[in-house]
Structure formats: structure tokens, C-alpha cells
């Protein structure tokens, strides 16, 4: 897997992984979350697991178009959200960004 990491003073991005399952899955629950989120509000676990493996497997890739990071709070390392950033055609330059904060 690419090790990219990305800190400030206070939060540090990286590249989710499994480990995050329980986290994702807690703030994907959330009816805050679930009024901005397309993906609705998961039924279970499982079900989460399915949706991120998807971007874990993208994580691992040699070359990464969409970027799914975990946002951890740098003092205690506890899991804030996601950020993700999608990049468009190489001609362009081009990326989106999204992200979910609990």
C-alpha cells in the first residue's frame, strides 16, 4: 500500500484501512451524516465493510485516482471522519473533494 500521510497541527489524514471499519461505520450512521450522504444510512456492518473495501482496494493502487483518507485528531488519534479527493482527466489538472466530519 502507498504510505501517504498528510498533517497539520491538528488532524493527520491518511489512507483508510479495515482497521477504520468501526469508525466509518459509526459516522455513516449518524442521521447528520445521512442528510448529505448519498449512500444512505448503512444497514449494518457488513454492509459498510462492502461499501469501503472498494476504496481500500483503490488505496493499494500504483497509481490512485480516488483518494479516501481517514481524519484523525493528532492528540489522541481518535477518528474524526473521511476526506476523499477524486482526480479528473490528467489534460486538466483537475480533482474533487468531499469529506464527512462527526
Not at 49 to 61: F, G, Q, S, V
Amino acid at each position: 500500500m502507498t504510505e501517504i500521510e498528510i498533517s497539520t497541527e491538528r488532524i493527520k489524514l491518511r489512507l483508510i484501512e479495515l482497521s477504520d471499519l468501526n469508525s466509518i461505520h459509526k459516522l455513516h450512521s449518524l442521521p447528520k451524516t445521512y442528510e448529505f450522504n448519498a449512500l444512505g444510512i448503512p444497514k449494518n456492518i457488513e454492509e459498510t465493510k462492502n461499501i469501503i473495501e472498494p476504496w481500500i482496494a483503490e488505496n493499494k493502487l500504483s497509481k490512485i485516482k480516488n483518494y479516501t483518507f481517514a481524519i484523525e485528531n493528532r492528540l489522541d488519534s481518535e477518528f474524526i471522519g473521511l476526506f476523499g479527493l477524486k482526480l479528473g482527466n490528467e489534460k486538466y489538472k483537475r480533482g474533487e473533494v468531499w469529506y464527512k466530519i462527526v
